[in-house]
């Protein structure tokens, strides 16, 4: 266990390092974040200008937790790139497995996920003039911890396409991250969504984690809350166990028939 937690750190301190070779604090701070939060602020100002101050609040609350799940999933682009500098046959030959590096790989998205979504926490609604019921908007904060780690397990999962393939990784993100801030209740809530689709979109992060977040805004029975936080861990341990079967699946079949550095 110790091995492998010091594969997953010098992961993290890998992604990191990528990092900084592109952003600095400030085009990260002015650049990157900053376009996030105009993001969630142009779709909040939509639900404003149809006049109804709730429609207002459900679309701030649900576009800035859906920052978290937004971010996590560009765990795509990092693992994508293991393959594409040639480093992938090398992680298949580590002594201590590849799957640590795997599911670590792109922790650093996490991070910055969770910070974009706080500062869009603190800050928007009452910029906006939609002030959050705190100290209630603090209890929330856990749950969006969480619809991070299940997001990230999601983008795991997904990344094993991009491995898959070459030249599909930013297809890939875009539809990954595309789906559940369409159809996962940012902006219109799930019943106005077929009940076919609707039962598809169970499977999917942020869907659950989501509502436990409004429902702690709206003062919903704690029981109900904490269903919904169980039934997202549910699904995120899904999609963890999906990446590493995918994982698992992709190196073995490389070993054997040496195409570990090809995308066939």
Known sequence: MRDVLR????????GFAEMRRVYTWKTWTFGWLMRLLCQVTFYALLGSYLGDPHLMRYVLVGNTVGLACLESTIVVISLAGERAMGTLPLLAIAPAGHLPVYLGRGLQWTTTGLISSMVGWTVLPPLLGVPL????????????????????????????????????????????????????????????????????????????????????????????????????????????????????????????????????
């Open 133 to 264: 019921p705190w100290p209630r908007a603090a209890y929330a904060i856990p749950v969006i911890v969480l619809v991070v780690i299940s997001s990230y397990g999601y983008g795991c999962a997904l990344a094993g396409v991009a491995l898959r393939l070459r030249g599909v990784e930013w297809l890939v993100l875009n539809v990954a991250y595309g789906i559940v801030l369409t159809f996962g209740g940012t902006n219109v809530p799930l019943s106005f969504w077929p009940a076919p689709l609707r039962a598809v979109l169970e499977f999917l992060p942020l869907v659950h984690g989501l509502q436990a977040v409004r429902g702690i805004l709206d003062g919903a029975p704690v029981g109900h809350v904490f269903g919904l936080i169980g039934i997202e861990a549910l699904v995120g341990a899904g999609w963890y166990l999906v990446a590493w079967l995918s994982m698992d699946r992709l190196v073995s079949v490389g070993r054997r028939t040496g195409t570990l550095d090809y995308a066939g």
């Open 7 to 14: 594969i997953v750190w010098q992961a993290v301190i890998l």
